[in-house]
């Protein structure tokens, strides 16, 4: 059976508008004409149409798609993997996600071999925190002449949940908060007692605090407990947000502490913390 229209949709490329602009021109002349020959050079242009239509097609039909996605950061590459298999050689087959309408690329294959199956790392990205929708997803081919890009609409709508980015090295240098705000952890810095090692003491945050304290180290396995501020600003809120990111991105930390006018709540576990950054708004 035919695919149903609605699982398929054709694209022309620039090369190929004027390729169906020159039919169209040679389709009157030989009509105005009534010359054989415009006739016969009408007919190879329609033929060479109908079989680039036909291998596109046949290279989309046999072309199977999955995709592996990891945990997506904000302002990085998703660490995604598409793996492809055809029943048949393709060339230049694309594949990605449909979102809002849109097709955004996420891999790109030269070449694919028959029963073999290729896998490339994916190119999509989210700038923003929060949960990523897609609509469907695709796989494309301008095969075999560039005239039009042909897509074929796979799987069905989903969504992601995308962690906030970290602050830069630079940005945290540049901040100014004390102890007890989001960049300092409970298990990361904390006063030392007597007995523990000296070379664990942080010269800056002791003279700001007015007392000893360090780092503690990742070997130690004390978990850590980080605290988040909330914030009515919302540039405010991300800078919180992204503190407390990088905090569980650098160090074995478990529980956030969400600092707010009602009070004080706890979020366990380091996934369920993220998930919950990723998500609050101001």
Partial sequence: MWPRPADRRLMLTSGGKWY?????????????????????????????????????????????????????RAGEAMPDVFLVKSSAPAFGVEVGVVREGALEAGGWFAALKRGGRQACHGGLRSDRRGVWRWERLYVATSFPLGM?????????????????????????????????????????????????????????????????????????GVPGVVEVRRQENAEEWEKEVARAAGAFYRWEARRLVVLERAGRRSIDGRRQALDWLSTEEV
């Fill in 20 to 72: 169906l602009a020159l039919t169209l021109f040679v389709g009157v002349a030989a009509v105005s004409s009534g010359n054989n020959v415009i006739y016969l050079m009408e007919s190879f242009l329609l033929g060479v149409l109908v079989l680039s239509g036909l291998l596109s097609e046949f290279t989309l039909r046999g072309i199977s798609l999955e995709w592996h996605r990891g945990q997506a």
């Fill in 148 to 220: 039009g890009k042909k897509v074929r609409f796979l799987g069905g709508a989903g969504s992601r949940v995308v962690w906030p980015r970290a602050l830069s090295p630079r940005e945290l240098a540049g901040s100014s908060q004390l102890p007890g705000a989001a960049e300092f952890l409970e298990g990361e810095v904390r006063e030392l007692e007597w007995g523990d090692d000296f070379r664990l003491v942080h010269g800056p945050l002791s003279a700001r605090g007015g007392s000893w304290v360090g780092r503690v180290r990742g070997r130690d």
